[in-house]
């Protein structure tokens, strides 16, 4: 994936605290202010935390920050943000496994322009989820209260989301997040001893 000049990359990181393992989700931004690294890193956070609150997320995981990359000056920085909010969710989780699939969506047609980001199981309980994998409704329009707020939210601490490539064309503007009714599975999130 390339990361153009006043773009970037917001990773969210979050902990299963009971083994420590890592989960992340990440969306591409403009840099339209064109602020360094860290300045983003602490902004984007607080968007994103804004709406995953503790009180969103599983007493099993920790939300640890807010990972970004940008492309300024000719080159690329880094930062991280550090949050580290335990949930407060007092509910058994769903397998480290399984994610919430979120179709990122643009205007243009075709595979280029469609993108997808995967939510970590922190904010969805195996009570949510029936025996085909099907979130209930009530979850899913939680989640798509909150991503649709995080959107808003990205928009107006000016960095709009983007959907990046792999080659070297202009990031596409996303339009909207939409969330699936049906859970994915990631085994890179499942390892197994």
Not at 33 to 42: E, G, K, S, V, Y
Request: aromatic share 8%; glycine share 8%.
């Amino acid at each position: 994936m390339e990361i153009p000049e006043n773009y970037g990359q917001a990773t969210f990181i979050y902990e299963f605290i009971d083994t420590g393992e890592k989960m992340t989700t990440s969306v591409g931004f403009e840099n339209t202010a064109l602020q360094d690294a860290i300045t983003l890193a602490n902004s984007i956070s607080t968007v994103w935390a804004g709406e995953f609150t503790p009180s969103t997320t599983l007493d099993s995981y920790r939300y640890n920050g807010c990972y970004v990359i940008i492309g300024i000056g000719g080159v690329l920085q880094s930062a991280q943000s550090i949050d580290d909010a335990d949930g407060t969710v007092n509910a058994a989780p769903v397998s480290p496994a399984v994610s919430i699939g979120v179709k990122k969506q643009t205007s243009y047609a075709g595979k280029k322009y469609r993108g997808r980001m995967y939510l970590s199981p922190a904010h969805l309980s195996e009570a949510n989820v029936n025996g085909a994998g099907v979130i209930d409704g009530a979850t899913v329009s939680a989640l798509q209260g909150l991503l649709d707020n995080f959107y808003s939210g990205m928009i107006a601490n000016d960095t709009p989301c983007v959907l990046l490539h792999s080659d070297a064309t202009t990031p596409t503007p996303i339009n909207a997040f939409l969330v699936r009714d049906n859970v994915r599975t990631q085994r890179r999130r499942q390892h197994l001893r």
